[in-house]
């Protein structure tokens, strides 16, 4: 099977003139929406924010539904996951693992984000680097992904 047929077209890059940048002594900064404060802006900030900006403007989650970087602890190690995404019933329902542009989506990335996922117990995954997205719906029990060749219409607004 090859990833390529399974991967998602979010077009992140098209939420760049979303985000509010700013500079001080010479450090950039973008605003968190969901934070509210400004973060040092990284790589892998970049796109953790291009994400947030995807799902405010196109996902059915209200911004209430979503947590970013928040510590877990994974067999007795503490662990920072990127997004994760609330049901109704305020449970965990997609974690999101965010990578810098450079790192390529690989298996290592799926092993890291289902680490995460032995603490969160969502049932949904999407790991991005910006330019390549996958989701997937991670079977606990049989230790299987099943790949979506597109968003659920439950995910996005009509």
Request: charged fraction near 20%; aromatic fraction near 10%.
């Amino acid at each position: 099977m090859s990833l390529t047929e399974f991967r998602l077209d979010l077009q992140l890059l098209d939420y760049t003139p979303a985000l509010i940048l700013t500079e001080k002594s010479g450090i950039k900064y973008v605003f968190d929406p969901i934070r509210k404060k400004n973060i040092i802006l990284q790589p892998e900030e970049m796109v953790r924010q291009l994400m947030i900006q995807w799902l405010i403007e196109n996902s059915t989650f209200s911004r209430n539904a979503i947590q970013v970087e928040k510590l877990v602890t994974v067999n007795k190690i503490r662990k920072r996951f990127d997004i994760l995404l609330y049901n109704s019933n305020i449970q965990p329902y997609i974690l999101i693992e965010c990578k810098s542009p450079v790192v390529t989506i690989n298996q290592s990335v799926f092993d890291q984000i289902s680490v995460y996922n032995l603490a969160m117990k969502a049932p949904y995954l999407i790991v991005t680097n910006g330019h390549s997205s996958w989701m997937v719906q991670q079977n606990m029990e049989e230790k299987k992904y099943q790949f979506f060749s597109e968003l659920p219409s439950w995910l996005t607004k009509p």
